[in-house]
Nanobody, 123 residues
Framework: QVQLVESGGGLVQAGGSLRLSCAAS????????MGWFRQAPGKEREFVAA????????YYADSVKGRFTISRDNAKSTVYLQMNKLKPEDTAVYYC????????????????WGQGTQVTVSS
């Protein structure tokens, strides 16, 4: 089992930045692929970014490419999502997730989920 706890969400103006953190506990964090997903009201959960256990592979949704950066610190069992140049359409609950094996972008392929953190971007 892996327990995930997100933090760092909040209210920010368009063009601003936030850094989300996801602290993991339980089984060896470094063995897991980590992903960030988001869900806006009335919409399906969508992929944002993912990172391999070694940080050698990262994937981003086209909508965030060039603005968001995913990273991880295996010594701290934490994954981060640096979000810059935020837009109102980035408003959503952001979730981190974990899975073993390879990096994928499909939410259903992730086994463990955090409770989410709200990000609100005002125009």
């Amino acid at each position: 089992q892996v327990q995930l706890v997100e933090s760092g969400g909040g209210l920010v103006q368009a063009g601003g930045s936030l850094r989300l953190s996801c602290a993991a506990s339980g089984r060896t964090f470094s063995r897991y692929v980590m992903g960030w997903f988001r869900q806006a009201p009335g919409k399906e959960r969508e992929f944002v970014a993912a990172i391999s256990w070694s940080s050698s592979v990262t994937y981003y949704a086209d909508s965030v490419k060039g603005r968001f950066t995913i990273s991880r610190d295996n010594a701290k069992s934490t994954v981060y999502l640096q979000m810059n140049k935020l837009k109102p359409e980035d408003t959503a609950v952001y979730y981190c997730a974990a899975r073993s094996s390879i990096v994928v972008v499909t939410a259903s392929e992730y086994n463990y989920w955090g409770q989410g953190t709200q990000v609100t971007v005002s125009s």
